[in-house]
């Protein structure tokens, strides 16, 4: 069923990627940041501090789109016990956790000038604590558990009841009064966010998720290689 | 118009750490992967140089060696 993403197949084409997909991600970023600092208007209420918001917001996305990745994945080779899911799900976590850390501290960032603290412990706020706390243990626990069969196991366990959090993130802001403002950016109602603000943030998003994906051909190659050196000594 | 975009109105510090942390963080992880990859390049280029001719023929039957070794070559250049 999941022979076409046998490792064997797909290396020969993710090795190769990378280096287009680092050129990419460098011009997209670019023009995300010359629109993000430079060309996008100030906030009429929050001033030039919502330019934050280009580094907050989607890191923020993408960190939590990550984790949603690695559960669907962990669940997927659960049920059909594919080691192959196990290792795309493990390469995608660091870029995940960076992700978090980035949101976190930039969200701190611009709390700062526009809540007048670094720190609250807010519903999204600490639901997004939560979550990195979840990619610190499925992280820890790929480097702690040394037989692969338990590794694989604990992962996809914390993982999934990571996954739990998720919806609690998404809607916090709407469940519980919170210092965070509600989303601006809706993809099933209209957005609040003007379009002068939007394509800054579509940018920046598209640079991050490039990013991401940079991140786990490496990871992902690096994990083969490190099959493969085993595989070198059973010859 | 330099003043504004270095200062933004007050703001200048939290904009312009926000991106700093950002990039910085890329930059680290990019290049903490990075190294990783090239380890595990040198080491699998190491133990294949180690093999005898049969074991080497073996080996570079699977595609999948042989392009470790290339792109390790590409990686260097």
Redesign the interface.
Known sequence: MFKILEPNKIFSITSKATKYIFFLFIVVLCIGLVEALFLSPEDYIQSHSVRIMYVHVPSAWTSIGIFLLIALLSIISFIFKNKNFSIIAKSLAPSGFVFNIVALVTGSIWGKPTWGTWWAWDARITSMLILLLFYSMYILAWRIFSEKENAVKITSIIAILGLINVPIIKFSVDWWSTLHQSSSVNILSESSIHPSMLLPLLIMTAAFSLFSLLIFLMKYNTELIKIKNKGLNRL | MINE?IF??G??L??W???S??LI??AS??ML??I??VK??N??AA??GL?SKE?VK??KI????R??LV?RISSKI
């Open positions: 975009v933004m109105k703001y200048g939290y904009v750490s926000a991106f942390f950002t963080s890329f992880l990019y992967i990075k990783n990859l595990e390049q080491k699998f133990k294949f093999l074991k073996v080996a699977q595609s999948t060696n392009e470790i792109n």
